[in-house]
């Protein structure tokens, strides 16, 4: 994501020896290592498994495309840029390149704020209808359509310059000094403050109400059960949301930093800076596998089975978390159509298990009917 204001950065003055370079290409190559075979990896636990598509899973499923691919095609091409100060991938290229990692990005952000929205609704109000499945990829493609909008300007005016000895890749806005500030501040509040503060305020809501005080209904163990499983959603999120904040915070204070103090660029260390600037935002594509692998019960068995061939890796809760679902759910159907059977043929039965199933729908958990509303 190179802009016009960091053209002066990449001058031969700032050549780096060759240890340094291999240092970098070390760190780089890590980032794109664990991001790429990571989120594959995520996309593959629920792609390939029914128990996994679930609304949460399906922005999760987002997030992990938009992470595996700015990883994939951006992280190295922007080391590279960013290293050697010679752009050597064509003026298409350039414009993909400072195009497509504000988008993905975006996608990303507001990916964690759909599910932030979710376990608020779910959770605060719990009466009210949630997302569907069709509903999320809906709002999936809605995101991905105002990405494409936002991060349009950056390919529209990106260009390639030769020059003696190498080529540019910048973005070359009409007012250079102006344009790039304001686009960068503009982007720091759409994709960084404003969806972090909706889900200060969702999580801080959504987490005072599940460990806050007490719930009507806790003597129940089904009831327990469930509100862990909530917590434990909950708790893996704002462990992503947290990394993803503190991730790509130096990236957004770096740009408008360098836009008010423009001199900056010219100093010695300022290509160390932003390559280490850099490598800390590409890196929170690698993260959020390994937070859904340590928290996830179901994303480890996934994992585990990825690495059975490896000694250590013991993949025993991988029927148990992701396929018997499946067997279970057919057997729990056929015995559902073979209860309705019965009741078709018997009338008297059908009334009492009727009259019986309106009973301890007003009942509720404990006498408490918003609580059923609350685990469905």
């Not at 590279?80 to 996608?107: E, L, T």
Request: net charge positive; proline share 4%; glycine share 4%.
């Amino acid at each position: 994501m190179s802009s016009s204001g960091n053209v002066s950065n990449f001058t031969n003055r700032f050549a780096q020896p060759p240890w340094r370079v291999a240092l970098w290409s070390l760190a780089y190559a890590l980032v794109l290592l664990v991001a790429v075979t990571g989120n594959l990896i995520v996309i593959w636990i629920i792609v390939a498994h029914k128990r996994m598509r679930t609304v949460t899973n399906y922005f999760l499923l987002n997030l992990a495309v938009s992470d595996v691919s700015v990883a994939a095609l951006n992280a190295l091409v922007n080391f590279v840029y960013a290293a050697h100060g010679d752009w050597y991938f064509g003026d298409a290229y350039c414009r993909f390149q400072n195009f497509y990692p504000v988008a993905a990005v975006f996608a990303s952000i507001y990916s964690m704020s759909a599910i932030a929205l979710d376990r608020y609704i779910a959770i605060i109000h719990p009466l009210k209808p949630r997302l569907s499945a069709t509903s999320s990829r809906c709002v999936i493609v809605l995101v991905w359509s105002l990405a494409v909008t936002l991060a349009f300007p950056l390919c529209y005016y990106s260009t390639t310059r030769v020059i003696p000895h190498r080529t540019l890749c910048y973005v070359a806005w009409p007012r250079p000094s102006h344009n790039s500030f304001m686009y960068h501040v503009i982007v720091a509040a759409l994709v960084y403050v404003l969806p972090l503060a909706v889900m200060a305020v969702t999580y801080t809501r959504v987490g005072l109400t599940l460990w806050g005080g007490e719930i009507p209904g806790h003597s129940s163990e089904n009831f327990q059960d469930h509100l862990q499983a909530k917590r434990k959603v909950v708790k893996m999120m704002v462990i992503v949301v947290v990394t993803f904040a503190v991730c790509w915070f130096p990236y957004h204070a770096y740009f408008i930093a360098t836009g008010l103090k423009q001199e900056l660029n010219k100093w010695k260390w300022i290509q160390q800076i932003y390559l280490s600037v850099l490598w800390l935002s590409m890196s929170s594509s690698m993260y959020n596998p390994i937070i859904y692998c340590c928290l996830n019960s179901r994303f480890r068995a996934g994992f585990q089975q990825v690495f059975r061939w490896c000694p250590c890796i013991q993949v025993s809760d991988y029927q148990t978390e992701l396929e018997v679902q499946t067997a279970r759910f057919q057997q729990h159907r056929q015995s559902s159509l073979y209860t309705v059977a019965r009741a078709d043929s018997c009338p008297e039965a059908s009334s009492t298990r009727r009259k019986s199933s309106y009973t301890s729908h007003r009942g509720g958990i404990n006498g408490h009917p918003q609580l059923n509303a609350v685990f469905t």
